[in-house]
């Protein structure tokens, strides 16, 4: 489904990370994050749903397709294009990232991905905002597949963005001597998190960075993007921070999953992009 941009007002994004869904049929927690999600859709319209991993319980779950099926089930309610990356809970059962990669079958709506590019069982892809009335492109979101675990006491509990990850993204087609407001997502966050937080400017830390030990250079390929402007993860439920560390926002989703830790009120990140500026904002869903 493309994505349009109106110049009237901003291209509207909701942010939902971490739900920690154990199988179908759902348990009283779970209930509760389908059901406020499934209000936030009747409520609130958006441009774009963007779930930025941490989506099942995988070690719990022996065979996730059905609770895959009825989850992505709730968007059918909207016309709304949606787009998924994973995170290091999502896999940690008997099944694989191309596997619950194909579940996405199930969404109605699912954005346009392009420039696709899989390396290490890891999808990476760009997803292309085009403006409604000149069929310009406006924006682009750039989407990795940050992994799971290492799996080598050298590299420490979480793997790293590899190597051709970032070769991917230096090499894109994209114009960047045109500017634009250009943002991405990830759900481990990237070292730089670390420094990020000493220029907090909105929003809470409540725990430590939860981000790789290895820096393989990320972000400084960021940097190089003058149109790159804002950085989105998710993973550290008690994190819903909204940084800028050397002209990027390094901003953390809001935890929407009841069935997990965290004292963080559950919610969603609304992010609104405008011709020229991003904005960001932690919104808790209501309490009935």
Not at 52 to 79: C, R, V
Request: with cysteine; charged share 25%.
């Amino acid at each position: 489904m493309q994505l349009l941009s109106k110049k009237e007002h901003p291209f509207r994004i909701c942010q939902l990370t971490d739900l920690h869904l154990d199988p179908y049929p759902f348990s009283v927690a779970d209930q509760e994050t389908i059901s406020k999600i499934q209000r936030l859709l009747a409520s609130t319209k958006f441009d774009l749903i963007m779930i930025t991993g941490d989506l099942i319980w995988g070690k719990h779950s022996a065979d996730p397709k059905e609770t895959m099926k009825y989850f992505y089930a709730i968007f059918d309610q909207i016309n709304t294009p949606v787009a998924v990356t994973y995170g290091n809970h999502d896999t940690e059962g008997l099944f694989d990232r191309e596997t619950i990669r194909s579940y996405e079958s199930f969404i109605n709506h699912p954005a346009d991905k392009h420039q696709r590019f899989i390396v290490h069982d890891l999808e990476n892809y760009s997803l292309q905002i085009v403006d409604h009335d000149s069929g310009k492109l406006s924006h682009v979101i750039y989407v990795w597949d940050s992994g799971a675990y290492s799996n080598d006491d050298r590299f420490g509990l979480y793997e790293p963005i590899s190597r051709e990850q970032i070769n991917w993204f230096e090499k894109l087609p994209y114009d960047n001597s045109v500017p634009r407001v250009d943002l991405g997502f990830i759900h481990i966050p990237i070292p730089e998190y670390a420094e990020a937080k000493n220029f907090i400017f909105d929003g809470q830390i409540a725990e430590p960075i939860g981000s790789p030990e290895i820096n393989s250079g990320l972000f400084y390929s960021l940097l190089k993007d003058a149109n790159f402007k804002a950085i989105f993860a998710g993973h550290d439920h008690d994190n819903n921070f909204m940084a800028n560390y050397r002209g990027i926002d390094f901003v953390y989703g809001n935890a929407s999953g009841f069935n997990t830790y965290g004292k963080i009120k559950r919610g969603y990140k609304q992010i609104d992009l405008y011709e020229d500026h991003i904005t960001s904002k932690n919104i808790p869903f209501p309490d009935n």
